[in-house]
């Protein structure tokens, strides 16, 4: 007996560096809807995972250790069924490498900056963007 196909859907969440929003994105799309997708993530160019990152998804229970920063060229010529732009900035950059077929839809998040703040209202604001990131996810994609 042969392994069964996988019928998951491929998703990609593209931003500017593929540190902050698009990885979020893909931690949360696993832990939520991995059953159904199979998630990639990455960027204009790679930027590497910005470590308050990993921290407001440990917080809920989400290990993204095993992710990296990519570059959307490693996904050139790949099909995906949803092509998810995070970020107003990068959108047509991105999408170009891409086939074409796949659905696309674009959620601009606000950039969280580390600039002139302390830790805790770094974190805050990190906590924020997972949040609204986590709530998006779960409208746009619970009946896909």
């Given amino acids: 007996m042969g392994k069964a196909p996988d019928t998951r859907k491929n998703i990609i969440f593209l931003c500017s560096y593929n540190s902050v929003r698009s990885q979020i994105a893909e931690g949360l799309m696993k832990d939520l809807y991995g ?3 199979d998630v990639c993530s990455a960027g204009v160019a790679s930027g590497g995972i910005n470590p308050y990152t990993v921290k407001v998804l440990r917080e809920k229970g989400i290990d993204i250790s095993g992710q990296r920063s990519k570059s959307v060229t490693e996904y050139k ?3 995906f069924d949803y092509i998810v732009t995070l970020c107003d900035s ?3 950059t ?3 490498y891409l ?3 796949g659905v696309h839809i674009h959620q601009n998040f606000t950039a969280v900056t ?3 703040a302390d830790e805790e209202v770094i974190l805050n604001n990190f906590r924020k963007l ?3 990131i986590r709530a998006w996810l779960l409208v746009q ?4």
Avoid: K, N, W, Y
């Avoid at 994609?141 to 896909?144: E, G, I, N, Y």
């Fill in 114 to 116: 580390e600039l002139g």
């Fill in 90 to 92: 990068s959108g047509p």
């Fill in 130 to 132: 997972r949040d609204e």
């Fill in 35 to 37: 059953d159904r997708f």
């Fill in 94 to 96: 991105l999408t170009r």
């Fill in 141 to 144: 994609f619970r009946d896909s």
């Fill in 77 to 79: 010529g790949r099909h």
């Fill in 99 to 101: 086939s074409d077929d």
